[in-house]
């Protein structure tokens, strides 16, 4: 049966979430997966201390939209700079907070922030105490399995941080010394789940309805969280959920509606970076969407339509090469 999905005091609606992404998951590209009817994004992780120094590329990555549910991503090693990014990510409107314990980046961890976190357990919690204390919204956390195959410590961290009043936990089944490699552990996650009394989502290799049950079905977790999986497919969460919630296929959308979705987002992005930045950071999303898209079946020709359209420049060329792309189809 399916059962609806709160984090603290807050009804999220949906149980398939959709992840931070650094360079991917900013305000367009989070209004496009709204749009496409994901219930839940979150913000690119933001890095605390130059929130508050109010560095302009920063607060853009922390930007929110007013509406819908909004969840800011924090990353930083010192407890009052977190303390201060989750009241400054309330007062800009969030509605649930989350910290990174589980960038597994070298320059992240070199800082001692993201997966680092996990090896210091007692410096994890000092930081959730910041969080929890900054704000009145719900604090949730993300993190790994554990640094590395010998200190698989998630379950530990998850109990330490529902006792400092974390209010849900989101495990990415990798360790960190795996990155992005190998397959996931949704099995693991378990023992997480096993740990708290808490809402745990389980994050990894979540790329469709199949991947979303199987990982529910290992980990026993309450929602999934899909990363990758949306990069060029932003109604991925709103099709997972239809599956979670009926049994039954969504489908993915019709041409038409792919094509009506790329080109919000394409003028989302425009509007919020302006003509020049705005093309060059939907072109990754450009290339997402068309190597999405059911054609050009042929491999070489649908590479030569994304090099084509990628090297554009202005929104209108953009948005006539999309268009006449998808007519030939
Ligand atoms: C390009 C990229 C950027 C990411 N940035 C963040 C981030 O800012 N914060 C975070 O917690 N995780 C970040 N992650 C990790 C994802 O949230 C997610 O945990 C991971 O990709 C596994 O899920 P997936 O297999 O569905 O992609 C990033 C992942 C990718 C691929």
Redesign the pocket.
């Known amino acids: 049966m399916y059962e609806e999905f709160h984090i603290g005091d807050v009804a999220i609606g949906t149980r398939a979430l959709i992840?931070?992404?650094?360079?991917?998951?900013d305000l367009p590209f989070r209004r496009a997966a709204a749009r496409a009817g994901a219930r839940y994004t979150?913000t690119?992780?933001v890095a605390a201390d130059a929130l508050a120094s109010g560095r302009p590329d920063v607060v853009r990555r922390a930007a929110l939209d007013g509406k819908d549910l909004n969840v800011v991503?924090l990353?930083g090693r010192e407890a009052r700079w977190i303390g201060l990014g989750a009241q400054m990510a309330e007062e800009a409107g969030a509605d649930i907070i989350?910290l990174?314990m589980?960038?597994p980046s070298r320059e992240v961890t070199g800082v001692l922030c993201?997966a680092a976190l996990m090896r210091n357990l007692d410096h994890a919690e000092r930081l959730i105490d910041a969080a929890v204390s900054g704000t009145s919204r719900p604090v949730t956390l993300?993190m790994r399995l554990g640094w590395d195959e010998t200190s698989r410590n998630a379950p530990e961290l998850a109990l330490r941080a529902e006792q400092a009043g974390i209010k849900a936990i989101?495990v990415?089944a990798?360790t960190r010394n795996q990155f992005?490699k190998g397959t996931?552990d949704w099995h693991a996650v378990k023992a997480v789940k096993a740990a708290v009394n808490l809402p745990v989502i389980v994050?990894?290799?979540?790329?469709d309805a199949a991947s979303a049950e199987e990982a529910l079905k290992q980990s026993g977790a309450d929602a999934v969280?899909?990363?990758?999986?949306?990069?060029g497919r932003p109604w991925i969460a709103a099709g997972i959920d239809h599956y979670l919630r009926t049994g039954m296929a969504a489908g993915e959308p019709a041409l038409a509606e792919r094509l009506r979705i790329a080109l919000a987002h394409l003028a989302d992005s425009i509007a919020f970076y302006g003509e020049t930045n705005g093309v060059k950071i939907f072109r990754k999303h450009l290339a997402w969407y068309i190597e999405q898209a059911p054609w050009p079946q042929d491999v070489s020709e649908r590479r030569a339509a994304k090099a084509r359209l990628c090297r554009l420049t202005e929104a209108r060329s953009v948005e006539t090469g999309l268009q006449e792309l998808w007519r030939q189809a």
Not at 19 to 25: C, E, F, I, R
Not at 203 to 207: E, H, K, L, Q, T
Not at 225 to 231: K, S, T
């Open positions: 992840a931070p992404m650094s360079g991917v998951s979150v690119e992780m991503q990353v989350d990174n589980g960038c993201g993300k989101t990415h990798r992005y996931c994050n990894g290799d979540i790329v969280m899909i990363g990758r999986g949306a990069c």
